[in-house]
């Protein structure tokens, strides 16, 4: 995400903390790169104009360049100024006095409504919500049956009827239903439309009119840059949008739309798509996304997923297991399970503070191999062997290696790792470590 524009960014304020003491040039040269590397960006002009104004009206003064740090002193302005033009604080989902409220997708076609929806129904349901999915886009072919399928994974009920009904007609009798059964949230998945086709903007403004919507969002694609800010202003002058989904986030090396679309559609950003799993939609926090871009990681984000994905009772059963030195690798195969229920590796190691500009290095396809091969080879021993690897001799080797597909110098390579991970917990445990260091193990 936005890998370009983090690595330039790194560079130019590398040289700025490097210098110790700064001039009023100094500064200049370095915000001249800022303003061309935000422009290389495909950032909008007028947004990069305006950003290097406060940022150069704030990093001149007397406070900065006098301070200790002065090249910290910049890079802490430019972070708050990025989060400034992203929308400031987090901007939530605004729910109806009274249930059902009505959420309402629109966008473009091959935006990703569809999915988005689905992704959208899994957020709120996690958060304890209940949802009903309306099938309203009965222009597209399959369309109605691609949202069906993802209900019954997501085992998330899916109103639909006949293409011939009116949409108007098929949204409303949905939140009819949704009243009936108390449900929270009545996600419509509208069809792909133009903003300059009358015909299907009128549609939206009869839908609006027979459900009235707590919210409309528009999905964009953040791959298209500035035509997705155009979009974003020209659909909401024509249907009062109360926010913003950014899709395929991951993909955006450059960030010019995420970076310009708030400022220039006045438009709020509510959530981001981050990969193509259904699990991949994250909340929208500006000073997040901002700390990622200066290669600053983003902790919060990073403690959240792991709180969803690790079960709490096995956590403090793992912590005891710990502290008595019984840690096996019937232990280490769950813990990799959970972790892989996190996301890819590249996307974990960008919200680590320091190894965030490492993540555009890691090859995605071969870490997800050796991954693979690491469950293959554990899943191959009996359950004796996982609680005791020490009893694992040379025929064991081979039996294994053969069973999980590997060579027997990966058996010796991961029993060798484990043998140094237990070594670490043991001389932690007995004082000759930081406490702090067997955090890296929980």
Not at 161 to 170: A, G, L, N, Q, R
């Amino acid at each position: 995400m936005f890998e370009s524009l983090t690595e330039k960014l790194g560079k130019i304020f590398s040289k700025l903390t490097n210098k110790g003491k700064l001039t009023e040039k100094d500064v200049d040269e370095a915000l001249r790169e800022v303003r061309l590397a935000l422009l290389e960006a495909d950032v909008n002009f007028k947004v990069v104009k305006e950003f290097m104004a406060k940022v150069r009206e704030r990093a001149v003064g007397f406070a900065v360049l006098e301070s200790l740090s002065p090249g910290q002193q910049i890079i802490k302005i430019v972070n708050e100024e990025l989060t400034a033009i992203l929308g400031g604080g987090q901007s939530r989902l605004n729910p109806a006095g009274h249930p059902p409220s009505v959420l309402m997708l629109i966008g473009l076609q091959g935006s990703g409504k569809t999915t988005t929806a689905a992704k959208l129904a899994l957020s709120l349901k996690h958060s304890g919500q209940s949802v009903l999915l309306v099938a309203a886009d009965t222009r597209r072919p399959a369309a109605i049956q691609q949202l069906i399928v993802l209900g019954k994974q997501l085992d998330i009920p899916v109103y639909h009827e006949d293409p011939s009904v009116p949409v108007k007609d098929i949204c409303a009798h949905a939140v009819a239903k949704a009243k009936q059964t108390a449900v929270n949230w009545v996600i419509l998945d509208t069809a792909g439309r133009l903003h300059i086709d009358d015909e299907l903007m009128g549609e939206l403004s009869q839908i609006k009119q027979e459900t009235g919507p707590v919210e409309i969002l528009l999905v964009v694609d953040s791959m298209t840059g500035q035509d997705a800010v155009r979009v974003a202003e020209d659909f909401n002058q024509r249907v009062n949008l109360t926010g913003l989904i950014l899709t395929k986030l991951d993909g955006d090396a450059r960030g010019g739309a995420a970076l310009s679309i708030r400022w220039v559609a006045h438009v709020p950003i509510k959530y981001i798509g981050i990969g193509e799993k259904l699990d991949q939609l994250e909340a929208f926090y500006p000073d997040r996304l901002a700390s990622r871009i200066l290669g600053m990681g983003d902790m919060l984000t990073f403690i959240e997923k792991a709180e969803q994905a690790f079960d709490q009772k096995k956590a403090v059963e793992l912590k005891k297991k710990m502290e008595k030195a019984t840690y096996d690798l019937e232990d280490f195969l769950g813990n990799l399970k959970e972790v892989k229920k996190m996301g890819s590796l590249a996307q974990l190691t960008a919200m680590v503070p320091g190894l965030s500009r490492i993540a555009s290095k890691i090859n995605e396809d071969e870490q997800e191999k050796q991954l693979k091969k690491v469950e293959a080879i554990v899943l191959s021993m009996t359950p004796d062997e996982r609680h005791n690897p020490q009893m694992i001799d040379g025929s064991r080797r081979r039996r294994i290696a053969k069973g999980s597909g590997t060579q027997v110098s990966d058996i010796n390579q991961l029993l060798n790792q484990f043998q140094q991970m237990q070594k670490f917990m043991k001389m932690g445990l007995k004082g000759k470590l930081n406490p702090n260091m067997l955090k890296m193990f929980k």
